[in-house]
């Protein structure tokens, strides 16, 4: 199982932008489908984008469609989700890991099996 670090994180106001990192131990994260997933205080954890390994098909939940974009970087091994239009609905813990079922679930759903978190990153959106 590679290993992912999260960072980038912080407090913005509604409106703002952040750019999140996923980094990888490893560099062949070129070849796995990578998401992004979240988790709001008192709610269950959600998906929220992912980028697949074979072609970089990528996939939203409809309330991030036109204002977040994950990409990857493979020289760098890193995978990034740039934030835009940040509003207080997005404030979370925001994690990244390996996600085979990226294109086959519903984008906001998480396996029951997707069980190797890390630490996440978190993103407060206040005024």
């Known amino acids: 199982q590679v290993q992912l670090v999260e960072s980038g994180g912080g407090s913005v106001q509604p409106g703002g932008s952040l750019r999140l990192s996923c980094a990888a131990s490893e560099d062949t994260l070129d070849e796995y489908a990578i998401g992004w997933f979240r988790q709001a205080p008192g709610k269950e954890r959600e998906g929220v984008a992912c980028?697949?390994?074979?072609?970089?098909?990528?996939y939203y939940i409809d309330s991030v469609k036109d204002r977040f974009t994950i990409s990857r970087d493979n020289a760098k091994h890193t995978v990034y989700l740039q934030m835009n239009s940040l509003q207080a609905e997005d404030t979370a813990v925001y994690y990244c890991t390996t996600d085979p079922a990226c294109g086959t679930r519903k984008p906001g759903r998480v396996p029951d099996w997707y069980d190797d978190w890390g630490q996440g990153t978190q993103v407060t959106v206040s005024s």
């Open positions: 980028i697949s390994g074979r072609d970089d098909t990528t």
